[in-house]
């Protein structure tokens, strides 16, 4: 069973601060990785993916990868109210996907 | 680009009807979609994964005869709930896999469901 964990939280963070998001995969073999944000009532939208070991940036957003430590995790910087949602974490291995149950985000203003 | 579309975005229906819902990849061709519902702040839960022109996939525990897929091209997938009862009242959301390399899921808005 291959399994992906997260942080329920809720995660609360002032506003301007730095969020961190973690993320832990049990299979080795898992090739992609992927960050989605999820607003209430509302679906997944993907705000990153990441394939290789390391950092990815994306505009207040980084991606690190640590296949070693079989570890995704997202940052984002300069914490806005309009990021507080539940972020979920998914992992590819083969041609499945494999979900994390995401984690809440508050930023507060 | 990577545009799914859902259709309907929010159904009404009595109980014992059925509910068909379109979930469609604008912008790129899925050979691979997928179809998931989400009660209130519980997680996704995958119910089936539809393959075009093949038969679709389903979960441990997902009923196949109450929830027909149907994937007859590379853009559209069908969901029918049939004889729909309050308990399948839910939120349902399709995703549509883009191709190699980036091999990425991009989600649908969802469908509200409401059986009374």
């Known amino acids: 069973q291959k399994e992906v964990e997260q942080n329920s939280g809720p995660l609360s963070v002032p506003e301007g601060a730095i969020a961190s998001l973690n993320c832990t995969y049990s299979d080795r073999g898992s090739q992609s990785f992927f960050w989605y944000r999820q607003y209430s009532g509302k679906s997944p939208e993907l705000i990153m993916s990441i394939y290789s070991n390391g950092d990815k940036e994306d505009g207040r957003f980084t991606a690190q990868l640590n296949k070693a430590s079989q570890y995704v995790s997202l940052l984002i910087r300069d914490s806005q109210p309009s990021d507080s949602a539940t972020y979920l974490c998914?992992?590819?291995?083969?041609?499945?996907?494999?979900f994390g149950t995401g984690t809440s985000l508050t930023v507060i203003p | 680009g990577a545009v799914v579309s859902q259709h309907p975005s929010r159904v009404i229906c009595k109980s014992g009807t059925s509910v068909k819902i379109e979930c469609r990849s604008l912008?790129?061709?899925?050979?691979?979609m997928f179809w998931y519902r989400q009660f209130p702040k519980k997680s996704l839960m995958l119910m089936a994964t539809?393959?075009?022109?093949?038969?679709?996939?389903?979960e441990q525990g997902v009923e196949k005869d109450k929830f027909l897929i149907n994937h007859a091209s590379l853009t559209l997938s069908t969901l029918t709930v049939t004889s729909a009862h309050p308990e399948d009242s839910s939120f349902y959301i399709c995703s549509a896999k883009s191709g190699a390399p980036t091999d990425t899921q991009y989600f649908g808005p969802g469908t509200r469901l409401t059986v009374l």
């Open positions: 998914a992992v590819k291995f083969g041609n499945q996907f494999y």
């Open positions: 912008d790129f061709q899925a050979t691979t």
């Open positions: 539809s393959n075009e022109g093949s038969k679709a996939t389903y």
